[in-house]
């Protein structure tokens, strides 16, 4: 082992050595291989695991992707928000409910933020929230199965971006609208902006218990653009604050108009308060539409529910709910610190960050220091809440995330840097270029009370890559980067692309959640409607145009694996149980000219997939996740005859197993 | 002077693997299919003529059979209904070989390692390697606990 990474070491140095005898480069984006030890550090040799899961939003593919640190090995895509043809997620019966809104099937989102679920302020491993932007959605991933268990539509919201971001011990996870609208919905003249255009603040409920989530209670607030969110923790439990720009109200050309005003607003939300006023029954009922759905690992299916009506709180109705925090320059991130104290938001039109201090805020509102009142929610003076101000130095700050050792580190969109600065004092302390252009950055557990081991790496997202990697035609991949944050100077290791645009990402440490994975569902809890447990009991019936194959796989070969007696115009529904009992012992299955996609079922599940074959003939049907030595013997055929056939259902396997 | 980099580059590489001497050998192989072991194994038709002394590799080192235990028996057969049916009928020769009179060419511990333990048993026991031979298919491992896999012995020791 530390042979190996001595030679690792030596053929790096050496292709240092001969990259710059060759004269080859310009110098840019030399950090990557500037300092020693970087390769060293980012190496897994083949077989040992890597030391933490990193899970980053998709962006605008709708999903999640897993990599392993400091490897930045791709492990997984999870599909959440969109469909995906490699899993048949969306496109079998049983998970084509997961995507059902009051908009219909929605086959796509944008995926912005991951978040992991929080007891005592910590990452308890349970689960990942991540939330869809266009038609807003939150999702729950179960980090048993790595599958998406969950998702619930955010009603009387649009453009939902300041989301999940739950609360302490996952109370609630809480959702923001990015785009004012009328709430409930009319129809207007969009000149009429300032007029019939609101925002909300969604708390949803059921964060830690599966199949519950809901929408506890909304808050109505102004129309302004709600933009990010972060939870209180510590002292600040309690609390969710949501950023928010264009204050000025303005419906047209926002990249000009929404920027006029010096201060816009983080609004402090004190949920418990929320809470009083909710049992005190001081909401009102209004009526919306949303739908829930969830995936039963049981019954291997989702449930699409549609539910309808909201408790709304006013804040003018409702004193104490809600409070302005006047903060400089359109601010987007909003983060608080691992103590729970500081209230960090970054003015994206800024140099300078603002530092809020908790218990300022506090005091500022038991002694009223209020500038004004908007819609019954107190503007806060600025004076009386600033803890302080880091003047960076960069342009276009973001989004802050902290070690456990007392430093935050803060990306800066438009000078492409993050910088380091000390919570105690707001020096900045180092800085570094990211390539190019950071969003969001993540340290593990960096959003948390406890970052692990200190903070040892950070993730820098980044949205532009040009000349980083081969070049691919017009698009070209985002990317991440790993930095070693565990000395005084933040070093780069190592540059990996993404799958779409890697919006945020949260790390936890593999040992929190590798031992409780799910290697496969035993087929005596297997719950499915049309399970089919036993080759004996494998069976095709027809009900009327429809025809229901209860069919099995085990390596290597289908049960039935001949089908006759279907007839053009059919609808074929393959109901396919997987016996193996074995981890990682997939199967698929793919018939020809089948208008979705494949199913892959995964030992002891039962997957289903609708077939409506459109000509009589011969059709092929195999599995299409290479399962053994016999994997291209896995196949069978379906007979299709003319609708006015007389051919009789009939199925068999080898000499055993022939039906009617 | 790209060729002469690519050279020495070569020269850097043969130099650092010859100083490592191979590498990997130093470190036992994790997977599941390790080569067979170096000494001379047993011949399929050597093992079976052997069969009594052939207990497998795997979890189980002696089973006390007893006398037959319907009740574990009945437990057996629905486990085996379950999870092995699929390839093995009880009397006839499936897609696997049938159970029926196993116990009268293998020893208890045999059975039970194979379905326990079915990859390294298709890799490196003897009889296991034949079967494979035989057969073109590693049995499947269906995930039954030790408990599961002596009530399946128990029903096979019906099967006569």
Same mark, same amino acid.
């Given at each position: ?329 359109? *601010?987007? !991130? ?7 104290? /500081?209230?960090?938001? %970054? +003015?994206?039109?800024?140099?300078? #960050? ?116 081969? *070049?691919? !035609? ?7 980067? /790993?930095?070693?944050? %565990? +000395?005084?100077?933040?070093?780069? #290791? ?167 | ?160």
């Amino acid at each position: 082992m530390k042979s190996m990474k001595l030679i690792l070491m030596s053929l790096t140095l050496g292709s240092v050595f001969l990259f710059s005898g060759c004269g080859n480069g310009d110098g840019k984006g030399t950090g990557a291989i500037g300092s020693s030890g970087a390769a060293e550090k980012v190496y897994v040799a083949p077989g040992e695991l890597d030391e933490y899961y990193q899970f980053f939003s998709g962006g605008f593919s709708g999903q999640v992707t897993v990599h392993g640190l400091p490897s930045g090995r791709l492990l997984k895509t999870i599909p959440v928000f969109a469909t995906d043809g490699e899993k048949g997620y969306g496109f079998n019966e049983e998970t084509k409910p997961m995507l059902m809104t009051t908009f219909g099937f929605v086959p796509w989102d944008d995926a912005h933020h991951p978040k992991l679920s929080q007891t005592n302020g910590e990452h308890d491993g349970n689960f990942l929230f991540i939330n869809g932007n266009n038609t807003p959605r939150v999702a729950r991933i179960d980090l048993t199965t790595f599958e998406t268990t969950e998702i619930i539509q955010i009603p009387n919201t649009a453009g939902l971006h300041g989301s999940p971001y739950p609360t302490q011990n996952s109370e609630y996870l809480v959702a923001g609208t990015r785009f004012s609208v009328p709430i409930p919905q009319e129809d207007v003249s969009i000149d009429t902006y300032k007029e019939n255009f609101k925002g909300t603040f969604t708390f949803i409920s059921g964060g830690q218990e599966p199949g519950k989530m809901d929408i506890a209670f909304q808050i109505l607030v102004p129309g302004y653009d709600y933009d990010l969110a972060t939870s209180g923790k510590g002292p600040s439990h309690g609390w969710t604050f949501f950023t928010s720009y264009n204050v000025e109200q303005e419906n047209t050309l926002k990249e000009k108009y929404a920027s006029q005003y010096d201060k816009d607003y983080i609004a402090a939300v004190n949920w418990k308060k929320a809470e009083e006023y909710i049992a005190q029954g001081k909401f009102k009922e209004w009526p919306a539409e949303y739908y829930h759905n969830f995936y039963n690992d049981k019954t291997h299916t989702a449930t699409a529910t549609k539910k309808s009506g909201v408790k709304v709180l006013i804040p003018a109705e409702c004193p104490g709910l809600v409070y302005y925090l006047p903060t400089p320059k359109s *601010p987007h !991130g909003v983060d608080v610190n691992p103590t729970g104290e /500081l209230i960090v938001g %970054s +003015g994206k039109l800024s140099a300078d #960050l603002t530092v809020h201090s908790f218990a300022k805020m506090l005091a500022a509102i038991e002694a009223e220091s209020f500038d004004q009142e908007i819609d019954g929610i107190p503007v806060l003076n600025f004076e009386a809440i600033v803890a302080g101000t880091v003047a960076s130095g960069g342009l276009g700050p973001l989004h802050t995330e902290f070690d456990g050792r007392g430093n935050a580190y803060t990306s800066f969109f438009i000078s492409s840097e993050i910088v380091k600065w000390s919570t105690e004092t707001f020096e900045v302390l180092d800085r570094i270029p990211s390539y190019y252009s950071i969003g969001h950055l993540s340290i593990p557990g960096g959003g948390s009370m406890k970052p692990w081991e200190n903070g040892k790496y950070m993730i820098s997202m980044n949205k532009i890559t040009k000349d980083r990697y081969l *070049p691919t !035609g017009p698009e070209l991949a985002h990317s991440a980067q /790993l930095y070693d944050i %565990s +000395g005084d100077k933040m070093e780069l #290791l190592l540059d990996f692309p993404t799958m779409g645009e890697p919006h945020y990402a949260q790390g936890i440490l593999a040992s929190k959640i590798i031992d409780r994975q799910v290697k496969f569902f035993p087929l005596e809890e297997n719950e499915h409607t049309y399970k089919t447990l036993n080759e004996k009991d494998t069976r095709v019936e027809r009900d009327g145009n429809e025809v229901h194959i209860y069919a099995t796989m085990i390596r290597s070969h289908f049960a039935p694996d001949n089908i006759e007696g279907v007839k053009v115009g059919d609808k074929v529904y393959f109901h396919v149980t997987n016996l193996e009992q074995d981890w990682d012992v997939p199967h698929g299955l793919a018939i020809m000219g089948a208008q979705n996609a494949e199913l892959l079922i995964m030992p002891g599940q039962t997957e289903t997939l609708l077939w409506e074959p459109l000509t009589p003939g011969i059709f092929p049907f195999y599995c299409s996740d290479f399962c053994s030595a016999l994997h291209q013997e896995m196949q069978g055929y379906v007979r299709v005859s003319p609708a006015d056939s007389d051919v009789k259902l009939s199925w068999k396997l080898g000499d055993e197993g022939s039906g009617n | 002077m790209k060729s002469k980099g690519s050279l020495l580059l070569a020269v850097v590489v043969a130099l650092c693997m010859g100083a490592c001497g191979g590498g990997s050998g130093d470190k036992e192989s994790k997977g599941k299919f390790a080569p067979p072991p170096v000494a001379k194994p047993l011949t399929f038709e050597e093992a079976k003529a052997d069969w009594k002394n052939q207990k497998g590799l795997g979890p189980v080192t002696n089973v006390d059979l007893g006398e037959l235990d319907d009740a574990l028996a009945a437990r057996g057969k629905e486990i085996y209904e379950l999870k092995c049916t699929a390839c093995h009928s009880p009397e006839n020769e499936k897609l696997g070989p049938a159970p029926k009179g196993i116990l009268e060419r293998r020893t208890p511990e045999w059975i039970m390692n194979m379905i326990l333990n079915p990859e390294e048993m298709a890799m490196k026991d003897p009889i296991g390697r034949g079967l494979l031979t035989k057969y073109n298919t590693v049995m499947a491992n269906q995930g039954l606990s030790q408990d599961d896999a002596r009530a399946v012995l128990e029903y096979f020791r019906t099967l006569k």
